[in-house]
């Protein structure tokens, strides 16, 4: 078969590790099948509440087509609040010490810098479910006061995500498949970078995640929101940088 056309790998060729531009690494296969089936199994629990998995909407107007439930901070596009006045106002679950612990590893193992890892202190967490329709259009992660890098795990059916550059939506940028278990990280240099999901391929996703249909992914970030705030940031107001 022609890989001209994008499509999910059938898992006969090994996956290696891949910097895809400078501070972007994607390394597959990075959690265990108990470790995604446990992330499953907890993003199940988050989505029922205190603030239910839901569509968010843009200040346009839009609905964005996966369906969101974030922890620590609740993110409304484009900002981080305490409260998600936008839903049924209740404060978010909080952000596990666990979640934190594995954001550490990842960093320390996509890196292979102990040191980087063992700094990151992420406070927020954006869990998104795609179905087989859903996509992300490209875009930059800007709303966090801190630089610190964003670590995205994967769940269930494998996508199609594409990572671009710091400048604008469109080309030079690499299509990468993620995968149930796989790690990506991006930070240093390619933390402002465009990135989008274009494609979920349906019914991917081996019964050893958990996941029965779709696709999840979590991404970890330091909002650098501090413990107590209760404002939002807007990413006009801190530059993106
Ligand atoms: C995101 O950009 O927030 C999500 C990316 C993904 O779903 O892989
Ligand atoms: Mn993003």
Not at 43 to 67: D, K
Not at 169 to 179: I, M
């Amino acid at each position: 078969m022609s890989r001209g056309v994008p499509y999910a790998s059938d898992g006969l060729f090994p996956r290696p590790r891949a910097v895809v531009a400078p501070g972007a690494v994607h390394v597959p296969g990075w959690l265990s099948e108990v470790r995604q089936r446990e992330l499953v199994e907890a993003c199940r629990e988050w989505a029922r509440g205190p603030v239910p998995l839901r569509h968010s909407v843009l200040p346009g107007g839009a609905v964005m087509s996966v369906r969101t439930v974030s922890l620590g901070w609740h993110w409304v596009p484009y900002r981080y609040v305490r409260t998600a006045d936008d839903v049924n106002g209740a404060r978010v679950a909080a952000f596990p010490p666990w979640l934190a612990e594995l954001g550490r590893a990842a960093v320390a193992d996509a890196y292979g810098d102990a040191e980087a890892g063992a700094a990151y202190a992420p406070d927020s967490a954006l869990v998104n479910f795609y179905d087989g329709a859903a996509r992300m259009g490209m875009h930059q992660d800007k709303d966090e006061r801190s630089g610190a890098p964003v670590v995205s795990l994967s769940l269930g059916d494998t996508c199609l995500f594409r990572f671009g550059n710091t400048e604008d939506r469109g080309r030079p940028y690499t299509d990468v498949e993620l995968a149930s278990g796989d790690l990506f990280v991006f930070g240093g240099p390619s933390r402002y970078a465009f990135h989008g999901v274009t494609k979920v391929f349906e019914g991917t996703a081996g019964p050893a995640s958990g996941m029965r249909a779709g696709r999840l992914n979590l991404t970890l970030r330091e909002t650098g929101l501090g413990g107590t705030g209760s404002r939002g940031t807007r990413s006009g107001e801190w530059g993106g940088a």
